[in-house]
């Protein structure tokens, strides 16, 4: 098998239907051979009657995966998986019609040493937030786009869930998803990482991640996640993230097990949030950093650091 997609899903099944419509019409090269893995992670609506529904215009390949969980459900899809390019995507998007042929076309140019990824457009349910909340948002509400030009990303570019690609051996190599990060309805708290999680370890074994300006999608954002509480809810888990993840490699002074300066950088942030809050200025960026630190240190003083490691079953 040349290529499989993969596509995790819960409880969605209107925009997982969009979303296998268009992949429907997606241009595969002649000759190559795909299939497209739609991950059930314990639905309780008529997901398996809709992608029952287009069995007869795609290659799929259903598989349940009952603990919930967004990096078990990947995993779950990767273990069944028998494609040498993995392309991921979610459950809300519509891709062009170029998108696959574009990431096989970058494959085969570059088959060994690199991982892809693509530019994303936000599709907005209502109307787009205002700007002041756009440059809080987490990348998958504001979308991304590095550009026209095919390149390596810098050390500070990322590629998210909803568009990317990675040759199945370095997925394998890599140890695939680790099942403590990632969105888990069950868990009672927001949870971010996975995809960063697994490019650290992709780029450790000396992965490139190489920006494919054509390979284009556009992500559904629905309403609800255009609001200040959904980007101050992902800010503060990216901030245990990052905390957790670091552990026992931060350096310089420390503070209560916490690096020093970022409670420098908290209390400079948690002032100037204060400040604006009173002038009434509608600028959020400050009250967004502080959240980050604050879950930062946190994580950081908690000393139970989560390694990176094999996530797979």
Same mark, same amino acid.
């Given at each position: ?6 596509v ?5 099944s209107?925009?997982?239907?969009i &979303? ?5 019409q997606?241009? !595969? ?7 497209l893995? @739609? ?7 008529? &997901?398996?009657a809709?992608?029952?529904s287009?069995s007869?215009?795609?290659p799929?390949?259903? @598989?349940?995966e009952?603990v ?7 995993n779950?899809?990767l ?5 040498d390019?993995?392309?991921f995507?979610?459950d809300d998007v519509r891709p062009?019609?170029?998108?696959? +042929? ?5 494959f085969?140019?570059?088959p ?6 693509g530019?994303i ?8 937030p205002p700007?002041?909340?756009?440059? !809080?948002?987490?990348?998958? @509400?504001?979308?991304l786009?590095?550009?026209? +030009?095919?390149?390596a990303?810098?050390?500070s570019e990322?590629?998210i869930a ?7 051996a ?6 695939g ?6 969105l888990?309805?069950?868990?009672g708290?927001?949870? !971010?990482?996975?995809e960063t999680?697994?490019m650290?370890?992709? +780029?450790?074994l000396?992965m490139?991640?190489w920006?494919l300006?054509?390979?284009?999608l556009?992500?559904?954002?629905p309403e609800?996640k255009?609001t200040l ?11 245990r993230? +990052? ?5 026992v490699?931060? !350096?310089?002074p420390r503070?209560?097990g916490?690096p020093r300066?970022?409670?420098r950088?908290?209390a400079?942030s948690?002032v ?5 809050? @009173?002038?009434r ?7 967004v ?5 604050r ?6 003083r ?12």
């Amino acid at each position: 098998m040349d290529i499989s997609l993969l596509v995790a899903t819960w409880n969605n099944s209107k925009r997982l239907a969009i &979303t296998l419509d268009a992949i429907a019409q997606c241009r !595969v090269p002649a000759g190559v051979t795909w299939e497209l893995v @739609v991950v059930n992670n314990n639905c309780t609506d008529d &997901t398996d009657a809709v992608v029952a529904s287009f069995s007869h215009r795609l290659p799929l390949l259903l @598989v349940h995966e009952p603990v919930q969980g967004l990096s078990r459900a990947r995993n779950a899809g990767l273990a069944a998986a028998s494609g040498d390019l993995i392309i991921f995507t979610d459950d809300d998007v519509r891709p062009c019609p170029e998108w696959i +042929s574009v990431y096989w076309a970058a494959f085969q140019k570059r088959p060994k040493g690199h991982y892809f990824g693509g530019p994303i457009e936000s599709e907005f349910e209502g109307s787009p937030p205002p700007k002041e909340l756009l440059e !809080v948002a987490p990348a998958s @509400v504001r979308g991304l786009d590095w550009g026209q +030009s095919e390149r390596a990303l810098t050390a500070s570019e990322y590629f998210i869930a909803p568009n990317w690609a990675c040759p199945a051996a370095a997925l394998r190599s890599a140890g695939g998803f680790c099942e403590t990060f990632g969105l888990n309805p069950a868990s009672g708290r927001v949870s !971010v990482g996975e995809e960063t999680d697994l490019m650290h370890r992709l +780029s450790a074994l000396g992965m490139i991640p190489w920006y494919l300006p054509e390979a284009k999608l556009k992500h559904w954002v629905p309403e609800r996640k255009c609001t200040l509480g959904h980007a101050a809810a992902r800010a503060a888990a990216s901030g245990r993230f +990052s905390g957790e993840t670091a552990g026992v490699a931060f !350096v310089g002074p420390r503070l209560f097990g916490a690096p020093r300066w970022a409670f420098r950088a908290a209390a400079q942030s948690g002032v100037e949030a204060l400040v604006y809050f @009173v002038i009434r200025r509608r600028d959020y960026k400050p009250y967004v950093r502080w959240l980050y630190l604050r879950e930062y240190i946190r994580a950081a003083r908690a000393g139970r650091p989560r390694a990176s490691g094999n996530g797979q079953r």
